[in-house]
């Protein structure tokens, strides 16, 4: 069981298809950044164009550890991340 919370703007077609495979209600309630920050773990995921750079920089600098999504699209500073130092990678399908 996950108890989670989006922290953008999310989308009634995803809400419906992760509750059509998976079996979840995900909540429309949005978290602020100081509220996502009191969170042990943090989860970076990203769409068709790879993760939010914004996104990932704020989860960056927060408590915690993050899951961040690798993809094949990267932004400028990905090249600076180390893997197992700064984020766990991860596929998330």
């Known amino acids: 069981w996950i108890d989670a919370k989006f922290s953008g703007k999310t989308l009634e077609d995803f809400h419906k298809m ?10 429309t309630d949005k978290m602020t950044s100081y509220e996502m920050s009191k969170y ?3 989860i970076d995921l990203g769409g068709g164009g790879g993760t939010s750079w914004r996104g990932t ?3 960056l600098q927060m408590p915690g550890l993050l899951f961040h999504h690798v993809t094949p699209t990267v932004d400028w ?5 180390k893997e197992w130092i700064h984020y766990i990678p991860g596929e998330f399908l």
């Open 40 to 42: 042990r773990y943090q």
């Open 18 to 27: 992760l509750n059509k495979f998976i079996g979840v209600d995900i909540s």
């Open 57 to 59: 920089l704020t989860k």
């Open 77 to 81: 500073f990905h090249k600076e991340m």
